[in-house]
């Protein structure tokens, strides 16, 4: 049985991580390096660095910060925010990028995942999806949700796959900063219909609700930000908690 990963989600805006921090012995709470460094240091299985400001203001991501990162961190990460190309793929893997994320460009230019994939090798080609259920329908939505599309959840999910993505990164919008639980039902239905591995997004309130999504949403990965940024849930914990509930991870 595959290990289930736990990820922590760097949001960036301006070379800052967003979100807030507060780590004791931080230099600098909003370096985004420094806390890579911390969540590799303390078990985290990945890390997802999003420049959120980067689709929407039409900027490259930082390129900088992900030399920075990938010469502190020793465990996979992945890049997305304003990757609409061919070019801006090969300029995050060569800066030590692992992985990279597209979404809005997806949507607009589905061909994209397929030139992507057979260039660089669907390993390293996320689609991040972001959804709302609206009516007992989930629709996907655009530029950091802002923009609703008419495209249903679970087509764009089996296209995508279809294309060449390797991994898919769902953010459900209705539950998003909830802390109320990840969206379990959505997160086992596309676990059903698509092969590739799914990283469940928004709604971690406590490490319950990690359990839950492995065994009921069926997913292969959870990904959070601010219970892992405000110490609310420490990663070695977390990583005891499941384990003590019979859900591999690694420790």
């Given at each position: ?6 990820i ?87 800066a ?13 230019r ?33 530029v ?17 796959e ?26 086992a ?6 092969n ?26 959870a990904?959070a ?18 384990k ?8």
């Amino acid at each position: 049985m595959l290990t289930k990963r736990i990820i922590p989600c760097l949001d960036i805006k301006n070379g800052r991580t967003v979100k807030g921090v507060n780590f004791v012995n931080l230099r600098d709470a909003g370096d985004p390096v420094e806390l890579a460094k911390i969540y590799a240091d303390e078990g985290a299985d990945e890390l997802v660095f999003l420049d959120i400001s980067a689709t929407e203001e039409r900027r490259k991501t930082l390129q900088k910060l992900v030399l920075d990162v990938a010469a502190q961190v020793d465990i996979p990460f992945t890049v997305g925010g304003g990757i609409s190309s061919v070019e801006d793929v090969d300029r995050m893997l060569q800066a030590g990028a692992d992985k990279v994320s597209i979404n809005s460009a997806a949507v607009k230019r589905p061909e994209l995942i397929n030139e992507l994939s057979s260039k660089f090798g669907n390993q390293c080609i996320v689609v991040a999806i972001d959804a709302k259920q609206i009516d007992g329908e989930w629709f996907v939505h655009l530029v950091g949700g802002k923009v609703p599309t008419d495209i249903k959840l679970f087509d764009w999910a089996q296209e995508v796959e279809q294309r060449g993505a390797g991994e898919i990164l769902f953010t459900s919008m209705n539950n998003d900063g909830t802390k109320n639980g990840f969206a379990n039902e959505a997160l086992a239905k596309l676990s059903e219909i698509v092969n590739i591995p799914i990283i469940a997004s928004g709604g971690a309130g406590n490490m319950q609700h990690f359990q839950d999504t492995f065994v009921d949403g069926k997913a292969d990965a959870a990904l959070a930000a601010s219970v892992f940024h405000f110490k609310e849930i420490p990663i070695p914990a977390l990583k005891h908690y499941l384990k003590n509930n019979g859900i591999n991870v690694r420790i």
